[in-house]
C-alpha cells in the first residue's frame, strides 16, 4: 500500500522561504514519476513542478526561479523548495505519484500561507 505524507507547510511573510517533503513508503519514489500540485477553494488542482523517473522537471511558469523539486532515494522523500513565496502561493500543496504501473496516489496535503 503506497502512502504519501506531506509536511513542512505553515504561515511565511511574503518573500520568505519554506520547504515541503513528501515522504513515501510502499513504492520508491526513485522509480515513479512525482509531482506537486496545489488547489485553492472553489479552483482546480494545478501542477507546481514534477519530476520524471529520470530526473527530468518541468514547473509552471508561475513559479519558474522560485520553486525547485527535488528528491532524496535514500530517504525515499521529495521535496519542494519554495522561495520568494507570494501571497498568491497561498494553497494546500499535494504531492502526488505515478507508478511504473500508472497507478496514481495523493498525499493528504499540507496548507501553506503567505501573509504579513
Known amino acids: 500500500q503506497v502512502q504519501l505524507v506531506e509536511s513542512g507547510g505553515g504561515l511565511v511573510q511574503p518573500g520568505g522561504s519554506l520547504r515541503l517533503s513528501c515522504a513515501a513508503s510502499?513504492?520508491?519514489?526513485?522509480?515513479?514519476?512525482m509531482g506537486w500540485y496545489r488547489q485553492v477553494p472553489d479552483k482546480q488542482r494545478e501542477m507546481v513542478a514534477a519530476?520524471?523517473?529520470?530526473?527530468?522537471?518541468n514547473y509552471a511558469d508561475s513559479v519558474k526561479g522560485r520553486f525547485t523539486i527535488s528528491r532524496d532515494n535514500a530517504k525515499n522523500t521529495v521535496y519542494l523548495q519554495m522561495n520568494s513565496l507570494k501571497p498568491e502561493d497561498t494553497a494546500v500543496y499535494y504531492c502526488?505519484?505515478?507508478?511504473?504501473?500508472?497507478?496514481?496516489?495523493w498525499g493528504q496535503g499540507t496548507q501553506v500561507t503567505v501573509s504579513s
Open positions: 519530476m520524471t523517473r529520470g530526473g527530468t522537471t
Open positions: 502526488k505519484m505515478v507508478t511504473p504501473s500508472w497507478s496514481t496516489y
Open positions: 510502499g513504492n520508491s519514489v526513485s522509480f515513479a514519476n
